[in-house]
């Protein structure tokens, strides 16, 4: 079957750098998103990988590992309002997104 | 702004009737989906389309229906709820170019009792 794995949840301070690691077996590989989602709210789109390498926009970066079938997000200058769950999901071969849980980031002052 | 809008926001009703969620957007797109949200779960796809009169089963499809007569709509319809049905729901939609991204409404917390 597919599946996705990410931490349940994780802590931080305000300032700090943290990473956030999602692992993925899929029927396929046709890039990788990372979404940001606020309690209560809609996901929206942080990034996106195709090829193994470093994607980086401003505070937050992505990385991709196909072989290992590995992804990480990196964010730095941790801010309060970075409080969020963080969604990874790959398209497999049939184009379909396949979701992990989602990681649920708390940010300590 | 393009947009996604889905309506009710909230809705309680009961077991074994009939409720229809709607979802409209003004991005254009080809590609409409309808994923549920619960507790401990990743998005879970109910239905998806590809265009116009194209609809297909997600995962978790028994007891939904969606049908696509344009290309803005793709009404949700539980045909005789359950409280199993209960969750957030979540339409969106995506660019069909490879990356496309994909663009979510705000949800509508439905509650069967």
């Not at chain 1, 305000?14 to 999602?22: L, S, T």
């Not at chain 2, 590809?50 to 995962?59: A, I, L, P, S």
Request: charged share 20%; proline share 3%; net charge negative.
């Amino acid at each position: 079957g597919q599946n996705i794995d990410q931490p349940t949840e994780m802590t931080a301070t305000e300032g700090a750098i943290v990473q956030i690691n999602c692992t993925y077996q899929t029927s396929g590989f046709n890039g990788l998103f990372w979404y940001q989602q606020h309690a209560g709210e809609a996901p929206t789109f942080l990034s996106y990988n195709v090829l193994d390498g470093l994607e980086e926009k401003g505070r937050f970066s992505s990385f991709l590992s196909r072989s290992k079938g590995y992804s990480y997000l990196l964010l730095k200058e941790l801010q309060m309002k970075d409080s969020a769950s963080y969604l990874c999901a790959v398209r497999d071969s049939n184009y379909q997104l396949i979701w992990g849980a989602g990681t649920k980031l708390i940010i300590k002052p | 702004d393009a947009e996604i809008t889905q309506s009710p926001r909230h809705k309680i009703t009961e077991t074994g009737r009939q409720v229809t969620l709607a979802c409209h957007q003004t991005w254009n797109h080809n590609n409409m989906f309808w994923y549920r949200q619960d507790l401990g779960h990743g998005l879970r796809l109910i239905h998806y389309s590809y265009g116009v009169q194209d609809t297909n089963k997600g995962e978790v499809s028994d007891g939904y229906s969606v049908s696509r007569s344009n290309t803005e709509d793709l009404p949700l319809t539980l045909e005789s709820a359950a409280s199993s049905q209960t969750s957030v729901y979540f339409c969106a939609s995506s660019e069909s170019n490879e990356g496309g991204r994909t663009f979510f409404g705000p949800g509508t917390r439905l509650t069967v009792l």
